[in-house]
């Protein structure tokens, strides 16, 4: 079904009939209405015009001299651009069996010769505001089916691949050594203060399972591998961890992927479906970027913190849930607080207790610690004997300030490897993008003697994210997922900024799937 045309644009009917005097009458008729007029005196004609103007509605002679009008429409149907558009027969027969006909071969209606303008009018105007309903309804229904199955495919992924856990680290007591490396526990990893002071605070929790938690941090940082920790070390380790993405969550499909909808409840809602509380029941819900939650589903959720129960869309009946909830930001909820972007109270009750996740250039202790890890890691993954790292290239790992964080740091070690062919790594091998001792802002650490400058960053933090995702479209082709894996952000991030960027409020022509 083609994707039918902005409701601020006019409608477009196509009048298709051999005689010209009944070409000018009919677009006559329709002038009142304003509509854009297109024509054709074959069917043949009919058919090109039809699939490439995609007109709302079709007035089709029955009585044509290549083609009749039955044969044009079942062609039409038959036609994956124009099996949805309503065809009107223009027939000198009123007989039942021709209105039959008509009917059988796809129509909707007709209108007898001689026929009255006021007639034409009121049953081409019906049948546009049918069509165009019609389509948008479709369209709808096709997005939110297809959101909803991406959600419910991501939630299901998670938590078939929840397993029995053992320990990863002494101190955390968590997960095997397999299990650390699927997470990504190496976060964690390392003997500076901070990152023990995380490890205390996480073991603080432990007899305290029904406390709501507030992660901070960076982004990069590790926050989602501190929510996993604090579900694993609690009395709820056997229960599921769902994590939710609140940015990657449309704003109109917020509260029933949170709270769950009953058959009915809107358009697509074929059955009752449980919502991510409930899914979590008996273990922890973790919602990432709670930061930007929008704030009327802020309000529900406060509500189902207060008094432990969801109210799924499409009912009044509230279930009760037995879930802690564990959120994280990487924004500053104070401003956002003082801005009416974020709830004081909504605050006030996930910060019941607060963990902070260092960023990496406050761990530098750690840098070598992580580096050789990732380099083991992915030297087994790809078949290589773990290499040696020299220390010039140690050196320069150790100076770089990590916008991205141990995420970024994950990315080099593995580039690196790559460049190196699973060779010995040196300060050649490593592509370090920003700030740091030894590296210059905005340049990027390539083999000797082939240094490339890149164009310097604004210090405006938003043209800053404009320049960088038109970077890694540019790296990827434009393509917009593997954009949004370089920049270690979800694809639904690349989109809105550049629904942002773009005048027409749509992707650039050179982004794709």
């Known amino acids: 079904m083609p994707v039918s045309r902005a409701e601020t644009e006019v409608p477009r009917v196509l009048i ?21 007029i297109l024509v054709a005196s ?95 309804l479709a369209e709808k229904n096709r997005m939110l089916e297809t959101r909803t199955a991406e959600l419910t495919e991501e939630i299901e992924r998670r938590r078939t691949t929840e397993t029995a856990l053992g320990k990863a680290d002494a101190r955390l007591r968590i997960l095997s050594d397999q299990e650390a490396s699927r997470w990504d526990l190496t976060g964690l990893i390392g003997g500076g203060t901070h990152i023990k002071t995380v490890i205390e605070e996480i073991e603080r929790l432990h007899p305290f399972s029904n406390t709501t938690v507030l992660i901070t941090g960076e982004s990069g940082t590790g926050k989602e591998l501190v929510a996993r920790a604090i579900h694993h070390t609690s009395l ?10 609140c940015v990657a969550i449309p704003a109109e499909l917020a509260e029933s992927i949170l709270f769950g909808h009953v058959r009915g409840a809107f358009t697509g809602a074929i059955s009752d479906r449980k919502g991510c509380f409930e899914l979590a029941e008996g273990g922890t819900l973790f919602l990432d970027e709670i930061g930007d939650m929008p704030l009327g589903i802020q309000v529900k959720l406060l509500r189902v913190l207060e008094d432990g129960c969801v109210t799924p869309v499409g009912t009044s009946e509230g ?114 993008i920003g700030g740091g001792a030894g590296v210059g802002l905005g340049r990027v650490v390539e ?26 479209l540019d790296e990827t082709g434009g393509n917009i997922a593997e954009a949004a894996r370089l920049l270690g952000v979800h694809r639904t991030r690349v989109y809105r900024k550049l629904a942002q960027i773009s005048p027409e409020g749509e992707p650039s022509s050179r982004a794709r799937e």
């Open 42 to 136: 074959s069917g043949a004609a009919a058919l090109k015009l039809a699939e490439r103007a995609l007109p709302d509605l079709i007035l089709l002679d029955v009585m044509m001299p290549d083609l009749n009008g039955y044969e044009i429409c079942r062609m039409l149907k038959e036609r994956e651009k124009t099996a949805s558009t309503p065809v009107i027969f223009l027939t000198g027969r009123g007989d039942v069996a021709s209105l039959v006909e008509g009917f059988r071969s796809g129509g909707v209606d007709y209108v007898v010769k001689p026929f009255q303008a006021e007639e034409v009018i009121t049953r081409v105007s019906t049948h546009v505001r049918l069509s165009r309903l019609t389509r948008e």
């Open 16 to 36: 298709v009939d051999d005689v010209a005097s009944n070409l000018t009458v009919l677009s006559s008729a329709l002038e009142p209405l304003n509509y854009e």
């Open 236 to 245: 709820r380790s056997r229960g599921p961890f769902i994590p939710v993405n």
């Open 319 to 432: 279930r009760k849930v037995d879930v802690r909830v564990v959120a994280a930001t990487n924004a500053d909820l104070a401003s956002k607080i003082e801005a009416g972007a974020f709830r004081r109270d909504l605050y006030f009750r996930l910060a019941r207790y607060t963990v902070s996740t260092p960023p990496l250039r406050d761990r530098k202790g750690d840098i070598p610690i992580l580096a050789r890890h990732f380099l083991k890691q992915f030297s087994t993954e790809m078949g290589f004997t773990t290499p040696t790292v020299s220390e010039a290239a140690m050196q320069v790992l150790s100076r770089h300030s990590y916008p991205g964080n141990v995420r970024e740091l994950k990315n080099v070690v593995e580039g690196a490897l790559i460049k190196s062919g699973g060779g010995p790594i040196g300060p050649e091998h490593l592509a370090l």
């Open 447 to 472: 083999p000797e003697g082939r240094q490339r400058a890149v164009a310097g960053l604004p210090l405006n933090l938003a043209e800053a994210e404009d320049v960088l995702i038109q970077r890694a």
